[in-house]
């Protein structure tokens, strides 16, 4: 067995509720749903144990400030991103975001855009293109 029970003890303290309550624009805005504040505890677990694992391979301890402020970029880099594919979507005339609105949004990182077609290839099915009949083509 590995000894991970004084690694794991280590992360216990990510496991709380974190600071940041709400996501709105400003403070008090939105009240986040039971289901964000569990995301949000999972991320910033997720965090804890990236950095301590990273932290291990360099020999160095990470401090709970470093994971906060993490967690927090984290945060802010999704809200941006939830907001910069509503606003692809709206442009589009849609109501939803789909994966083309996902795809703009990687369009300057072309690993994670090849990721993402990827993904999509093997996890979606294709959309379903209109096509003219015979009766639509006259």
Avoid: W
């Avoid at 995301?39 to 301890?61: C, D, F, N, T």
């Avoid at 990470?62 to 509503?86: N, P, R, W, Y």
């Avoid at 692809?88 to 703009?104: C, P, Q, Y």
């Amino acid at each position: 067995m590995r000894e991970t029970q004084g690694h794991d003890s280590d992360l216990d303290d990510f496991r709380e509720v974190p600071e940041r309550q709400s996501f709105g624009e400003e403070e008090g805005e939105v009240e986040e749903s039971e289901e964000m504040v569990a995301a949000s505890q999972e991320l910033k677990y997720a965090v804890a144990r990236i950095a301590h694992a990273q932290g291990q391979k360099g020999a160095v301890s990470i401090s709970k400030q470093l994971v906060g402020c993490i967690h927090e970029l984290a945060l802010d880099f999704c809200e941006t991103l939830q907001s910069d594919m509503e606003q692809f979507a709206k442009h589009a005339k849609r109501t939803t975001v789909g994966i083309d609105d996902v795809r703009l949004c990687a369009r300057r990182n072309p690993k994670l855009l090849q990721l993402l077609d990827d993904f999509a290839r093997a996890h979606l099915k294709p959309p379903n293109k209109r096509r003219k009949t015979d009766a639509t083509k006259a």
